[in-house]
């Protein structure tokens, strides 16, 4: 029994090629094209959304969003549901602070930093857990990120990562991240463009990778990692890199994530972090790319409006469950059906 | 390390014994990681405070387990059942979501203030056992978690209703084909789970207090005892339960932050070495 948890439904075209009518290299080159415009047409952004504390949901919806499409990207192309995306995200914004506070590092070079080690973290991490699927890949995920919230929160932790309090972001005033003070810096409107721009090459290089001959083998090895070996395939090698990927796209994020707020919370890796990552990338659904893109503008919008009485965790649990049971495949796959229910309706 | 430190340990272990001897039943049949395990320990922990706090800690006793067992019979009906040919890992995120709104419901009813509830009268003090003076309660503890246990294992072990359970959770396909009611075992695997899981929330009552996050606490924990004991073998989670307990109560004597990342560095270990557990049999 394959525990593959992407619903292979008949009403996936946008998925599966039809080659008889466009080619190939045509389709990309429309794809391409699309994320060109995409991205232009985002960086209006700020000009329409002048509210800053609006600005800085958006914001914060496009970082969380980097998470979601790696894990979105381990769901859809191997069928691994991941609960240790947090920790990359963390990692990377922590060690931000390091590099920033700790050492006095300028912003810029800290954010590769950030992006280097949470890759790094990814690396190891995905040495050890790509190896089990289904439920097992789920747990070690989730063990491992454990394992590292446990360790962070330390005392003897404190002078690096600050244990329970957190690290606040200081450093020189002269110092800047690609020509942004650290006051423009954590002004939502001024990071926009590198948040968006982020994103937006981001998703567009894991459609990429999907549609490459990797990608193909990926699926193979999702739908039957047997038989993939049995046709001489490595399979532990192209799982790694798939896994390590991802992680590196979260850290991004997560290094963003810092900079941009200037205090990382020692939340950031926990168990409820993660949990929230993945049930935004479940709402969106991840069969599209633009699934978990969508999930996460939507978990954030609705945490920022509906926390009223404390009840959001309620919310979100009955939207989980109601997504889960009534619409299998999230939000995406719930409209695509509906669309193409109207359009066999009218004909 | 000291006699009153094992017996901490043993302690802590039935806890996790009785517990993850529910989950390691519901996803042995199921095929489901029930997340809301932990919510189902909580609310086992907090209806005890409300029936101890009324009437007397040992009417808790039995009714949390009535209790429970009515709620495992409504989330096998609602849930397991009529999703059960869905995705195993769909059908757990659903638990999960269940989980979440359990906590805050907990917290809508009972409040969010930090509860305790107070053992009863002669279990109250001191006894002496094995020469060492040791909380009366928590020997009660070990000594209900262990005839607990030991029930389970006499009732899957010569019982019809044990054996067909075993049968089901070997294959749950072929025994249905050889004529098991699969359904009907199902119903009672998750409502023994349930009511498994709110017994140990009534025995913890007293020995720890109850919060709003000690499901989540738990949670984690017993998921890693299910992995490592081998994924729906109930007794390798008995023992993995155990053997968690007493090593984490020990490793906290010795070192208190090496004991904080044992479960997962058990996990990792286990894993690393034995894929499928320690007594796995199979990963579905």
């Not at chain 1, 991490?125 to 454990?146: D, H, K, N, P, Y």
């Not at chain 2, 053992?119 to 060492?132: I, K, R, W």
Request: glycine share 12%; with cysteine.
């Amino acid at each position: 029994m394959t525990t593959t948890a992407l619903p292979q439904d008949d009403v996936s075209p946008t998925r599966t090629q039809r080659p008889g009518r466009y080619g190939r290299g045509r389709t990309t080159l429309i794809g391409l094209a699309a994320a060109v415009g995409v991205l232009l047409a985002g960086l209006v952004v700020p000009y329409v959304v002048t509210d800053t504390y609006r600005m800085s949901i958006v914001l914060d919806a496009t970082l969380l969003s980097l998470m979601a499409i790696g894990i979105g990207f381990l769901a859809r192309h191997l069928g691994l549901i991941s609960l240790g995306h947090g920790a990359f995200f963390g990692v990377a914004a922590f060690a931000v602070g390091v590099a920033t506070t700790n050492w006095g590092w300028s912003p810029s070079a800290a954010v590769g930093f950030g992006v280097v080690a949470g890759t790094v973290v990814a690396l190891l991490m995905g040495v050890l857990v790509v190896r089990a699927s289904g439920f097992g890949f789920l747990m070690l995920t989730l063990a491992l990120a454990q394992a590292l919230y446990a360790i962070n929160v330390q005392p003897s932790m404190r002078e690096w990562t600050g244990a329970h309090d957190g690290k606040l972001l200081s450093y020189d005033r002269d110092l800047t991240f690609l020509g942004l003070t650290q006051a423009d810096v954590m002004n939502p409107g001024l990071f926009w463009p590198f948040a968006w721009i982020s994103l937006v090459v981001c998703a567009t290089i894991l459609w990429l990778v999907g549609r490459s001959r990797f990608g193909t083998t990926l699926e193979g090895i999702r739908e039957n990692e047997e038989r993939m070996r049995f046709s001489g395939y490595d399979t532990f090698l192209p799982r790694l890199a798939a896994f390590v990927l991802s992680g590196a796209v979260a850290s991004l994020g997560g290094a963003l994530f810092a900079i941009n707020s200037g205090y990382v919370s020692p939340d950031i890796l926990g168990f409820g972090k993660a949990g929230d990552g993945l049930i935004a990338v479940l709402l969106g659904g991840f069969t599209l790319l633009v699934g978990p893109i969508l999930g996460t503008f939507l978990f954030v919008y609705a945490q920022a409006n509906l926390n009223f009485g404390g009840n959001l965790h309620l919310f979100t649990g009955m939207a989980l469950i109601v997504v889960l049971v009534f619409m299998p495949g999230g939000i995406t796959i719930g409209a695509q059906k509906l669309y193409h229910r109207i359009r066999r309706g009218r004909r | 390390m000291n006699t009153a430190q094992l017996l901490n340990g043993v302690a802590l272990g039935s806890l996790l014994m009785v517990l993850s001897s529910g989950l390691a039943m519901i996803y042995g049949l199921r095929g489901v990681a029930n997340f809301a395990h932990g919510a189902l320990y909580m609310s086992g922990a907090y209806i005890a405070y409300s029936v101890s706090d009324r009437v007397s800690f040992w009417a808790a006793l039995v009714v949390v387990p009535l209790a429970l067992a009515v709620l495992g019979v409504v989330l096998e009906l609602v849930f397991f059942r009529p999703l059960q040919h869905r995705s195993h890992i769909e059908l757990g995120l659903i638990t999960f979501g269940l989980a979440l709104m359990a906590e805050r419901i907990v917290v809508l009813i009972w409040g969010e203030r930090t509860l305790r509830v107070t053992p009863p009268e002669f279990l109250q003090g001191t006894a002496s056992f094995l020469g060492v003076d040791y909380p009366a309660y928590r020997l009660a503890i070990i000594v209900i978690a262990l005839l607990i246990a030991a029930a389970l294992v006499l009732w899957l072990r010569y019982t019809d209703v044990g054996l067909h359970i075993r049968a089901s959770s070997q294959d749950i396909e072929t025994a249905a084909i050889m004529g098991i009611d699969v359904d009907r075992v199902s119903l009672i695997v998750v409502a023994v789970g349930a009511a498994l899981a709110g017994l140990a929330g009534a025995l913890a009552a007293p020995y720890i207090a109850l919060d709003p996050g000690m499901g989540n606490a738990y949670l984690i924990t017993i998921l890693i005892v299910v992995v490592v004991g081998g994924i729906g073998s109930i007794g390798g989670a008995m023992v993995a339960g155990m053997g968690l307990g007493i090593i984490q109560t020990v490793a906290t004597v010795w070192s208190p932050s090496f004991a904080v990342i044992v479960p997962y560095l058990a996990l990792t270990v286990v894993l690393l070495w034995r894929p499928t557990g320690l007594a796995g049999k199979r990963v579905s």
